[in-house]
């Protein structure tokens, strides 16, 4: 592709999550805007999908072209022109997916915490017990016998629980 021996960089991916070294290395000291960055596919920048997003976004923020090999559109254009709009229509494209794909997933999570929340399935922490001594603290407390802190630490917990129970309408 017109590289030269000095200007090739290799990163050997494996079947666990790659360390990419050499393409952070690049980035770091090689990458300059207005350079063009040739790469065999796209998840050569990442395995994870917002890996892939950060990856892109720096490379758009840099001014750096991207040319993917296996993207035959990014490899046809001739002048510098051609290139820089070729890379950018890839990297709104690529924005354009990953935003989507965020916002089905967060309307998948909230329809599947509403149809819990609806079959009445608790979600969040589990309340802490309040302990039978409770009452005699909340009493003693309310004397100025004990501190917050000292009721919280009977309970064994902080005093802003003790103080949140203490305010609490009484329960049923």
Same mark, same amino acid.
């Given at each position: 592709?017109?590289? +030269?021996?000095?200007?090739?960089? %290799?990163?050997?991916?494996? +079947? ?12 770091? %000291? ?11 596919? #796209? ?14 976004? =720096?490379?758009?923020?840099?001014? %750096?072209?991207?040319?993917i090999a296996d993207i035959p559109m990014t490899m046809r254009c001739s002048d510098e022109t051609e290139q820089r709009l ?12 990953? #935003? ?40 003693? =407390? ?5 501190? #917050? ?9 902080? +005093?802003?629980?003790?103080?949140? =129970? ?7």
């Amino acid at each position: 592709m017109g590289a +030269h021996e000095s200007e090739i960089f %290799i990163d050997v991916c494996g +079947h666990r999550k790659s360390s990419r070294s050499s393409l952070a290395m690049l980035k770091r %000291i090689g990458l300059r805007e207005g350079d063009r960055l040739t790469i065999p596919t #796209l998840y050569c920048l990442s395995d994870l999908k917002k890996g892939l997003a950060d990856e892109l976004n =720096w490379l758009r923020q840099h001014g %750096i072209q991207l040319r993917i090999a296996d993207i035959p559109m990014t490899m046809r254009c001739s002048d510098e022109t051609e290139q820089r709009l070729a890379s950018e229509m890839l990297y709104q494209v690529i924005d354009a997916t990953v #935003l989507k794909e965020r916002e089905e997933k967060r309307q998948k999570q909230s329809e599947g915490i509403r149809a819990a929340q609806e079959k009445g399935v608790h979600i969040g922490r589990k309340p802490k017990e309040r302990g039978t001594e409770f009452e005699t603290l909340k009493q003693q =407390w309310q004397r100025g016998e004990i501190s #917050l802190r000292e009721a919280g630490r009977r309970l064994g917990v902080t +005093h802003q629980t003790f103080k949140k =129970w203490v305010e609490e309408p009484e329960e049923d």
